[in-house]
């Protein structure tokens, strides 16, 4: 029954958690960065700046509401990459800081094997098997989940992800970042097959997605008819840019359970939280007669509870931080063939 404080600082949350047993979260603390927003898009010095500013109180925060002391930890768990370098040395630093005045293991966790480990607290009794697709604003993988540590990758964007794609139409827009959530409020008033934006064509052997060409025909669209940003025909717009992009996801994810043999599927990531998203994929799914693993709302977004639930797991097989752990900003998750 391991206790382990997870530390998330790999872009513009500073995010602490304490969860028992890798599946029962005790506190999960979460502070979104709102000095971006006048830019557009994350500053990564600016970012780091507020992670200093901000990590010492969110920590003390989590570890009151879980009620424990830090005596009480088994073992710090923080996300070493990839993400932000700047931010990336703040979690660390504080991290490895409180794990050697603790006299506890460091554990160096992946960003997207968090994410992955966030379906875990979302389902705890099910098994860790599936083809899994991670779609958030850095990164767009499709990947065979055999068990714990064992990945296997299927597809990955050879461009822009899908959040970092619905971010810089959101700028297009002239609405307010994140873009995310606003295009899907948005768009849900709009009519998805107003405009026939188009599905990037690629391979057929590959389970590739690419995004930039549907970026790209927003920025057309607009340019050469600005009234499509107005109030009566963003909606629409929006929609349409939003279908372009959910139809592949759903799509290749399809083909990642026909090519596997898998018959359990999950999503996870900063855009699985997007309502027509979760929507396309449950349709597929009662097609198909997938069972269907949808991350919670509170664990799609950059949060440590999914950290610490990975933590929790390299701690029961004894994987721990070298004492020089360096922070990676495109560190590799290790796949296997």
């Given at each position: 029954?391991?206790?382990?404080?997870?530390?998330?600082?790999?872009?513009?949350?500073?995010?602490?958690?304490?969860?028992?047993?890798?599946?029962?979260?005790?506190?999960?603390?979460?502070?979104?960065?709102?000095?971006?927003?006048?830019?557009?898009?994350?500053?990564?010095?600016?970012?780091?700046?507020?992670?200093?500013?901000?990590?010492?109180?969110?920590?003390?925060?989590?570890?009151?509401?879980?009620?424990?002391?830090?005596?009480?930890?088994?073992?710090?768990?923080?996300?070493?990459?990839?993400?932000?370098?700047?931010?990336?040395?703040?979690?660390?630093?504080?991290?490895r800081a409180l794990a050697w005045a603790l006299r506890v293991p460091l554990l160096p966790v992946h960003h997207l094997?968090?994410?992955?480990?966030?379906?875990?607290?979302?389902?705890?009794?099910?098994?860790?098997?599936?083809?899994?697709?991670?779609?958030?604003?850095?990164?767009?993988?499709?990947?065979?989940?055999?068990?714990?540590?064992?990945?296997?990758?299927?597809?990955?964007?050879?461009?822009?992800?899908?959040?970092?794609?619905?971010?810089?139409?959101?700028?297009?827009?002239?609405?307010?970042?994140?873009?995310?959530?606003?295009?899907?409020?948005?768009?849900?008033?709009?009519?998805?097959?107003?405009?026939?934006?188009?599905?990037?064509?690629?391979?057929?052997?590959?389970?590739?997605?690419?995004?930039?060409?549907?970026?790209?025909?927003?920025?057309?669209?607009?340019?050469?008819?600005?009234?499509?940003?107005?109030?009566?025909?963003?909606?629409d717009l929006l929609a349409s840019f939003q279908e372009a992009v959910v139809e592949p996801l759903v799509e290749n994810?399809?083909?990642?359970?026909?090519?596997?043999?898998?018959?359990?599927?999950?999503?996870?990531?900063?855009?699985?939280?997007?309502?027509?998203?979760?929507?396309?994929?449950?349709?597929?799914?009662?097609?198909?007669?997938?069972?269907?693993?949808?991350?919670?709302?509170?664990?799609?977004?950059?949060?440590?509870?999914?950290?610490?639930?990975?933590?929790?797991?390299?701690?029961?097989?004894?994987?721990?931080?070298?004492?020089?752990?360096?922070?990676?900003?495109?560190?590799?998750?290790?796949?296997?063939?």
């Amino acid at each position: 029954m391991a206790l382990i404080l997870g530390v998330e600082t790999s872009c513009d949350e500073t995010a602490a958690a304490v969860v028992r047993d890798g599946r029962r979260v005790l506190s999960n603390i979460v502070l979104s960065q709102d000095v971006h927003r006048v830019y557009g898009g994350v500053v990564p010095e600016l970012a780091s700046r507020e992670h200093i500013r901000t990590i010492v109180p969110i920590l003390r925060r989590a570890l009151a509401e879980a009620k424990v002391e830090p005596r009480d930890l088994d073992a710090v768990a923080v996300t070493v990459g990839p993400g932000l370098i700047g931010a990336l040395v703040v979690g660390l630093s504080v991290a490895r800081a409180l794990a050697w005045a603790l006299r506890v293991p460091l554990l160096p966790v992946h960003h997207l094997e968090a994410h992955l480990f966030g379906l875990r607290l979302g389902f705890p009794d099910e098994a860790f098997r599936f083809v899994a697709l991670i779609v958030s604003g850095g990164h767009t993988e499709l990947i065979h989940v055999r068990s714990e540590g064992d990945y296997a990758l299927l597809g990955r964007t050879r461009d822009d992800a899908a959040g970092e794609a619905f971010d810089k139409v959101a700028k297009m827009a002239s609405l307010p970042y994140p873009g995310g959530p606003v295009i899907d409020r948005l768009a849900a008033r709009g009519n998805p097959a107003r405009h026939a934006f188009p599905r990037a064509r690629l391979e057929p052997e590959t389970l590739d997605f690419s995004f930039s060409g549907v970026k790209t025909a927003i920025r057309y669209a607009l340019r050469d008819d600005p009234s499509l940003a107005g109030e009566e025909k963003l909606p629409d717009l929006l929609a349409s840019f939003q279908e372009a992009v959910v139809e592949p996801l759903v799509e290749n994810a399809k083909r990642a359970l026909e090519r596997t043999g898998e018959t359990r599927l999950a999503v996870c990531g900063g855009v699985a939280a997007n309502s027509r998203l979760r929507a396309a994929f449950e349709k597929m799914a009662r097609e198909t007669g997938a069972a269907l693993f949808l991350a919670p709302i509170e664990f799609c977004t950059d949060n440590a509870a999914m950290v610490a639930s990975a933590g929790e797991e390299a701690f029961r097989r004894g994987i721990t931080a070298p004492p020089d752990q360096s922070a990676g900003a495109d560190l590799p998750l290790p796949f296997k063939d």
